[in-house]
């Protein structure tokens, strides 16, 4: 016979886990950091599209895409400090494993965009398509986080709870 009760998900946290997210001046930093790359981004996706659809402003959108990547190895840096401070790893913990999965592809089409400038892989056009790619990429990455950071949210509470309860 097989047993069908409910799975309980564990919690993102450990109350240990919670305690040393909450003390981390890099949580700080994740949560300037992240609407900072998000604006960032906005922006340069409108020179980027402004670009294809014009064929004007090429050196702003590359210099957006530039500065839109160094944003992304600062998130990515500091959230590794983050997540061992936190986790005890610097990625793929358990909490974040498919988040980070999915950040690394995020990094390499960043990465390629520098390379394919650097190296003159790519025309102007080509390059503004590899950005897009390695945007939808961002975006799908910044959903994961956004609603792992939900999740944690709506953990919270229930566990204030449980935790009150069995402290009676």
């Known amino acids: 016979m097989s047993d069908h009760r409910p799975q309980i998900a564990r919690p993102l946290y450990t109350a240990e886990e919670r305690r040393r997210r ?3 001046v890099w ?20 020179l980027v599209l402004r670009y294809l659809a014009t064929g004007e402003g090429e050196a702003a959108a590359t210099a ?4 839109k990547t160094l944003a992304l190895y600062a998130i990515m840096i500091t959230g590794s400090i983050w997540e061992k401070e936190v986790f005890g790893r610097y990625l793929f913990a358990p909490a974040f494993f498919w988040e980070d999965v999915f950040s690394m592809l995020v990094l390499a089409l960043h990465t390629a965009y ?3 400038l650097a ?9 503004m398509f590899l950005a897009l790619a390695a945007y939808a990429a961002y975006v799908v990455n910044a959903t994961q986080f956004l609603l792992k950071l ?12 449980t935790e009150m309860e069995c402290a009676l």
């Open 27 to 46: 949580t700080l930093v994740q949560g300037v950091l992240a609407p900072a790359q998000f604006f960032v981004f906005l922006v340069s996706l409108i």
């Open 22 to 24: 909450d003390a981390s």
């Open 114 to 116: 520098l390379a394919a």
């Open 150 to 161: 939900r999740a944690a949210r709506l953990q919270e509470p229930a566990r204030d709870k």
């Open 64 to 67: 957006s895409v530039v500065v």
């Open 119 to 127: 190296c003159g892989w790519l025309d102007a056009r080509g390059l």
